[in-house]
Nanobody, 127 residues
């Protein structure tokens, strides 16, 4: 079992920055690919970014590429999402998720592949 708790929610102005954190419980965190997804009312959960369990591979949605950076610290069982140059369309509830993968470089992007989810944290970007 893996439990995930997000933090770092907040309000930012367009062009500003926020950093989200996701703390995981469990001794095998280092064998889980970690993803960030986001969701707005009435829409499906959208992939944002993912990092492989080794940290050696990352992948981003086109909408955030060049603005967001995902990273992880396996010693702290924590994954981060640094969000820069925020836009109003980044407003959403952000979720972190974990999927155990065999490959150290796997970067799953489909929400239905993930086994564990955090409770979500609200990010609001004002124009």
């Amino acid at each position: 079992q893996v439990q995930l708790v997000e933090s770092g929610a907040g309000l930012a102005q367009a062009g500003g920055s926020l950093r989200l954190s996701c703390a995981a419980s469990g001794r095998t965190f280092s064998r889980y690919a970690m993803g960030w997804f986001r969701q707005t009312p009435g829409k499906e959960r959208e992939f944002v970014a993912v990092i492989s369990w080794s940290g050696g591979s990352t992948y981003y949605a086109n909408s955030v590429k060049g603005r967001f950076t995902i990273s992880r610290d396996n010693a702290k069982n924590t994954v981060y999402l640094q969000m820069n140059s925020l836009k109003p369309e980044d407003t959403a509830v952000y979720y972190c998720a974990a999927e155990r993968t065999v490959s150290s470089l796997a970067t799953p992007t489909r929400a239905d592949l993930y086994d564990y989810w955090g409770q979500g944290t609200q990010v609001t970007v004002s124009s």
